[in-house]
């Protein structure tokens, strides 16, 4: 294929030297004259392993051009992958001026070109952006309809500088986020011998990915670091602990607790946490990030009674106040929490959680639940059944099934859903999951 790199820094260079590998032919455009001049001499214009031999090898095989001029990059191209910088604004915010001025470069060039090539975005933009400006922008320079007459995905890139090439070749997974259903196609050919899996999905979902990544990465390190300092504070061999931490792909490292919907409870997590930021505190340690965690939580929390709030209902059923089903232990449960706001708010509550008894509790959860919900018994009912014809019922556990939740939409009672139950149609009316 002709592709099109506009952007010839880490991930355009890189992209371009890897295609090249991949028997593509690449033109590169970039305003810089020393990096256009490099990469016609098939140098590389930036230090990156590898990258220069497959900018050499390209170069050789007469398959590497590159001009400053956006026209000269444009006819006959297949693809134009735009990786241009999107850095900080003084404001924090992302700053598009790159990106505008390529898409606008390329909106001109096809309004009198025949050329219909797939427009591909790499630089990594906030949720939004390919579908609220650049496609905006494209349309209004081009004169063409996206999706009719030209396609846009946005395909973010997950290499890392020092080992990119390696990661171009073998990337954890392929994003492609389509326009339109199918505007993807020609870009996943390129990917054809890739073992890699491939992801297609929204524009907005496929943007949200690569910060999804870019944050989860930060996390860890931060976590890491703050966990070693606190090991650190107490004598302890950090990477010791660290190892063991990482050894544990069960829980630790794994797609478990990893899914948005409920907040965090129980008698554990909230407890060891208060007591490790206490100790820090007594050690002078700080740990800003961890310090955070229970009001993150907390947030949580509030963000689902304003959920159920907001649609001034008059009666609301719970399924679930344990913190997690099949258990009776509701200390520290979130759903406690909301059931003690829901009445202070004058609502009629009922809970379903069939693991719950009353007469049965002892101990600390008894206690912390009679100072929270003092009159348990009467809230509780004995069958599903019982949360009929409740205003807005509340899915805190997974312990009903979609026919349920669909008989409770029928019969005109709001859902929401902090579990996400299968089989149900996330569009139905009256349906609303947490966060999505
Ligand atoms: N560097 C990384 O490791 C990495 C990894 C993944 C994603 N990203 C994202 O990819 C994007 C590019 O990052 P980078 O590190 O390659 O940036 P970079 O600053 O190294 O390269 C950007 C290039 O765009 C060129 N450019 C600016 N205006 C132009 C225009 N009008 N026409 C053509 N070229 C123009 C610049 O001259 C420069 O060569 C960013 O959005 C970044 O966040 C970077």
Request: negative net charge.
């Amino acid at each position: 294929m002709k592709i099109t790199i506009f952007g010839m820094g880490y991930v355009g260079v890189v992209s371009g030297a890897c295609l090249l590998h991949d028997n593509h032919d690449i033109i590169g455009v970039d305003p810089v004259e020393a990096k256009v001049a490099d990469l016609a001499q098939g140098r590389s214009p930036i230090q990156e392993p590898q990258v220069a031999e497959l900018l050499a090898a390209g170069r050789r095989a007469g398959r590497l051009t590159a001009t400053t001029n956006p026209a000269d990059g444009l006819p006959g191209s297949d693809m134009v992958w735009v990786c241009v910088g999107t850095p900080s604004d003084p404001d924090s915010g992302i700053n598009l001026n790159a990106v505008e001025t390529v898409v606008g470069q390329i909106g001109r060039l096809l309004r009198t070109s025949p050329d219909r090539p797939l427009i591909v975005l790499r630089s990594t933009s906030l949720p939004g952006t390919t579908a609220e400006r650049v496609i905006p922008l494209l349309e209004k320079e081009s004169g063409l309809t996206v999706g009719d007459d030209i396609h846009v995905v946005f395909h973010p890139e997950f290499l890392r500088e020092g080992c990119a090439v390696g990661d171009f070749f073998e990337p954890p997974k392929i994003v492609v986020g389509e326009a339109t259903p199918g505007a993807g196609d020609t870009l996943v050919k390129v990917y054809e011998s890739y073992e890699a899996p491939v992801f297609r999905l929204g524009l907005g979902e496929a943007e949200m990915v690569k910060y999804c990544d870019n944050l989860f990465h930060a996390l860890k390190i931060t976590f890491a670091n703050e966990a070693g300092a606190l090991a650190k504070a107490a004598e302890l061999d950090a990477r010791q602990v660290a190892a063991v931490f990482c050894a544990d792909t069960k829980l630790n490292i794994s797609p478990r607790y990893l899914r948005p919907g409920s907040p965090f409870g129980g008698s554990c997590l909230t407890k060891d946490l208060r007591a490790i930021l206490r100790q820090a505190s007594l050690k002078s340690v700080r740990v800003p990030m961890l310090e955070r965690v229970l009001e993150s939580n907390d947030r949580q929390i509030t963000t689902l009674v304003q959920r159920i709030c907001a649609h001034q209902p008059r009666s609301v059923g719970l399924v679930g106040l344990a913190f997690k089903p099949e258990t009776d232990d509701m200390r520290e449960s979130p759903y406690v929490k909301v059931a003690k706001a829901l009445i202070g708010e004058g609502i009629e509550l009922r809970i379903y959680d069939p693991t719950v008894e009353p007469q049965r509790l002892i101990g600390s959860n008894r206690k912390q639940v009679q100072a929270a919900l003092r009159h348990l018994e009467d809230l509780l009912v004995g069958s599903i059944e019982g949360l009929s014809g409740m205003d807005v019922i509340v899915v805190n556990h997974r312990t009903v099934d979609a026919d349920q939740v669909d008989r409770w939409l029928a019969a005109g009672s709001i859902v929401l859903d902090t579990v996400g139950i299968e089989g149900v149609d996330r569009h139905a009316s009256g349906y609303e999951g947490l966060y999505w």
